[in-house]
């Protein structure tokens, strides 16, 4: 007993946890004292099979935060182009648009794995950090934008050093125990679902605001000479409040060596939930830690991500710019403020939807079966797009919302499978660099689909006469291709997945 004593006194020396002994009812679990993991784990152990209601909410405002500036412009991208008068033609705007909208995702591709890696290194928490800091700043200087080419180096530099997603995926699996994982990772997808969703509905109700407001703001106020600066403000004014709240948000990373007798991994307190085929099979996660590149059940789950990634973010442009354009150029002639409405909907049902629907969905069909099932119905509902142009209101409201509704959450019904195949396919000390290699390939596939989805726009609408997938026939059937090949990548032999995770 003297000996235990001294060594629970010892700041270096491996405690024992004694009520995560009796919670597990087998083994004993070591923690060392000022190891902020180990404090995390030992906290995880001594609530028991509770939901960490606390922790959970951290994930959920740092997703946001990252995730509401992405497409918070692709509302009011269409008429912030045409007053920078960059644009000779009103058929090129989409063209110009579609590179402002590629430069957050082209930074973002550079620097992803490099803050992975840090994550790893120095803790998931500074590098959240810095991300939300610079949310804050430099979306608003994108708001105040006076020329085309700041617009693209705002963005980009919002991009470049805003690496949090990664680092927060990595943070929601090791925060909660192994049978709350999925609902950690749909915390995430979900609250970046609503980010894409309600970041656009912001930048369409509170874009040009002295038009749509005169009675709150003169003609003579800094938001009517920069018309697009108040979602943009709003945006890093939350962003700000949750870079305060961090003060209170615990380390994950453990800051030690782990030795024979003292097991400080996330694996080490999930050991008691897996059969001995499982433990021989994790035995050799030193293969997988030597090379990500080697670890074909990441590669395949990151390559199919990318796919996904690329058909979304092409979507959610395409989306903002087809309802905006003018009827005669096969678009909706949807107002801004009309399109914020349609995405606040949609955003709305997605928290319904993750909070009570997908959890049991995933239970019943797994996340690679739901996936599967998102994937083939998204088809159908892309093909009708093109024609809610016959349609007049209010049927054209009804029948929007709804398609908007089921497109974007099936989106995150296949997102999600995503993030659970990634982070079970590498063990914790890699999860960092595992999210910041996925990071690196969605943001250049994220990166590419603005852009690509522009140019495609723009000619699409220069074809409204064609023979063959007439004006944006072509752009809703081009977006059906990549979701059709995302649904082929989801078999075998292309996604390889460990037994572990092949529950369904």
Known sequence: MGEQAAAESSPSAPLLDKTATGAAGVGCYYYVEGCPGCAVDRRKAERGPGIPYGSFLFVWIVTLCTALPISSLFPFLYFMIRDLHVAKRTEDIGFYAGFVGASFMFGRCLTSTAWGIAADRIGRKPVVVFGIFAVVIFNALFGLSVTYW?????????????????????????????????LALSLVSTAWGIGLIIGPALGGFLSQPAEKFPNVFSPDSLFARFPYFLPCLCISVFAAAVLISCIWMPETLHKHQASVNSYQTVEALESHLVDQKEKVEQSGSSDRKKSLLSNWPLMSSIILYCVFSFHDMAYTEIFSLWAESDRKYGGLSLSSEDVGQVLSITGASLLVYQLFIYPRINKVLGHIKASRIAAIVC?????????????????LSIILNIASVIKNNLGVTIITGCFILQNNAVPQDQRGAANGLAMTGMSFFKAVAPAGAGIVFSWAQKRQDAFFLPGDQMVFFLLNVFELLGLIFTFKPFLAVLEQQDTK
């Open 150 to 182: 700041m617009a693209i180096a705002t963005r980009f530099l919002l991009g470049a050093l805003n690496g949090l997603l990664g680092p927060i995926k990595a943070y929601a699996i090791e925060i909660c125990r192994p049978e709350h994982e999925a």
């Open 379 to 395: 088809i159908p509902i892309l093909f009708a797009y093109p024609y809610m142009t016959y349609l007049s209101e209010p049927g």
